[in-house]
Structures are given as C-alpha cells and as structure tokens.
C-alpha cells in the first residue's frame, strides 16, 4: 500500500526535520503497488530532501498520493527558490545542478537516480513550477492494473 510507504517517508523527515511543517494528503482507500518499496521510498526521500534543502526554514512541504485514472500519483512541493525555467529540462541529467544552487551543496545525481528508479517501475518523473515561488515533483507510477497487464503472460 503505497500510503504506507508515503506516511513512512514523510515521518523519517519529521524525525530528521522538527521544524519543518510537512503536509500529507492520503486516498482513503488502499492504494496497492507492486514494486521495490525499497527503491520507491529513495525516490521520494530525494523528492523531500531537495524540498528542505532547496525551500527557506519554516516554509511547509506538502506531499500528496492520489489516483489519476489509472496512474498512483505522488506530489512533492515545496516553497523555495524554483528552477529557473532554463534550465527545468536539464535538471534530471547526472551531476547537473542549476546556477542557482551553487551555494548549496550536492552532487547533482539524486534526481537522475530517480527518474532510473520511476522508469524501472514502469512510471516516470517530472517537476512543475509553482506560483508565486515554489517547486512541484511528481512521481507517477502505473496502477497496479496496468502493472498486472504488462507482466508476460504464460501458457
Ligand atoms: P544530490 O545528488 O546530493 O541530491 P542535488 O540536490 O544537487 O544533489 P538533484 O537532487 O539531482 O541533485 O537535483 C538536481 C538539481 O535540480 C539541483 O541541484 C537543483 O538545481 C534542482 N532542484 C531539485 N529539486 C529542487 C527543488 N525542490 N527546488 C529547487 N531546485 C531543485
Ligand atoms: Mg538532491
């Protein structure tokens, strides 16, 4: 159940980060994907730790799991600095970092080991900007239908 495994996420950066408001929105019902939890949780784990990173102490993350028609959907965002529009595109390349967080530091690999770990599970990656100021991540992971669907069929 993938609320499980969000809720999960979100308290080990409550436990890592007191003071940072983190909003979590679930579906009420079951939402059952069948995948590496392992894996899945590190994709999001990226998500959040950019968010704290690259967002201003206080700011709230807000994380919400939903289903669109047949795809698990999960939303990071946050109220930070942004992507400059540039250079959105580039971001998912290995060890590229935007210009405007060249004072923070990192290796430019946590988004690209991501959108890997998405694609390996048959979903994908990708980010939006928010207005007035923000970022958005969205993981999107197939429903575990169609996951079903695609499995070799025997006999
Ligand atoms: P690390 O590999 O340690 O995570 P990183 O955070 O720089 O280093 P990625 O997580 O791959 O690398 O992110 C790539 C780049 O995308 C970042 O350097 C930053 O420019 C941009 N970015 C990612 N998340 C955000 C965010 N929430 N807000 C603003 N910029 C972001
Ligand atoms: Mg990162």
Redesign the pocket.
């Known amino acids: 159940d993938l609320r499980q495994l969000v809720r999960s996420v979100c308290a080990d950066h409550r436990e890592l980060h007191p003071l940072r408001p983190v909003e979590v929105v679930l579906p009420d019902r079951a939402m059952q994907f069948e995948g590496d939890a392992i894996l899945i949780e590190q994709i999001l784990t990226?998500?959040l730790?950019?968010?704290e990173?690259?967002?201003p102490a206080g700011q709230p993350i807000s994380v919400v799991l939903e289903r669109q028609g047949e795809f698990c959907i999960c939303a990071?965002s946050?109220r930070?600095?942004?992507?400059p529009a540039a250079?959105r595109a580039r971001?998912?390349d290995r060890f590229?970092?935007?210009?405007?967080?060249a004072h923070?530091?990192?290796?430019?690999?946590?988004?690209?080991?991501?959108q890997t770990l998405a694609r390996l599970h048959g979903g994908d990656i990708h980010?939006e900007s928010i207005d007035p100021g923000?970022?958005r991540?969205i993981l999107k992971l197939p429903g575990s239908d169609l996951h079903h669907a695609r499995q070799p069929q025997g006999g």
């Open positions: 990226n998500f730790s950019n968010a990173k690259y967002s990071v946050d930070g600095i942004g992507i250079e971001i998912f590229y970092r935007a210009a405007n967080v923070l530091s990192g290796t430019g690999l946590g988004l690209s080991l991501s980010c923000g970022t991540f």
